[in-house]
């Protein structure tokens, strides 16, 4: 059993900053990856960026050079450390957790985030 939260979404103006904290508890030895994924009204869900074998990997060209991912070893929190932040980076944002060569998946709630003036 793998527990997963998300926190730190949050109402913030055009070029701010907001760090995503994915904490992920539980059975963490057969974990193959964590990623983020994000979700705007009316469009399809978006892998962002991902952390598998220790390697951090963006896969959405549009925060490259303004996100970043990473991960805290002591305690299993993954981060989406998110800069310059745009209008259009506005949706909820996901944590997934894969373990078993992608046979168990498990997500979090998802936590908001509003870019605006």
């Known amino acids: 059993q793998v527990q997963v939260v998300e926190s730190g979404g949050d109402l913030v103006q055009p070029g701010g900053s907001l760090r995503l904290s994915c904490v992920v508890d539980?059975?963490?030895?057969?974990?193959?990856?964590v990623g983020w994924y994000r979700q705007a009204p009316g469009k399809q869900r978006e892998l962002v960026a991902q952390?598998?074998?220790?390697?951090?990997?963006i896969f959405a060209s549009s925060v490259k050079g303004r996100f970043t991912i990473s991960r805290d070893n002591a305690n299993y929190t993954v981060y989406l450390q998110m800069n310059s932040l745009k209008p259009e980076d506005t949706a909820t944002y996901y944590c997934?957790?894969?373990?078993?060569?992608?046979?168990?998946?498990?997500w979090g709630q998802g936590t908001q985030v509003i870019v605006s003036s």
């Open positions: 997934d957790v894969s373990l078993r060569n992608n046979r168990l998946h498990y």
């Open positions: 539980g059975s963490t030895s057969t974990i193959d990856a």
């Open positions: 952390i598998r074998s220790g390697i951090a990997t």
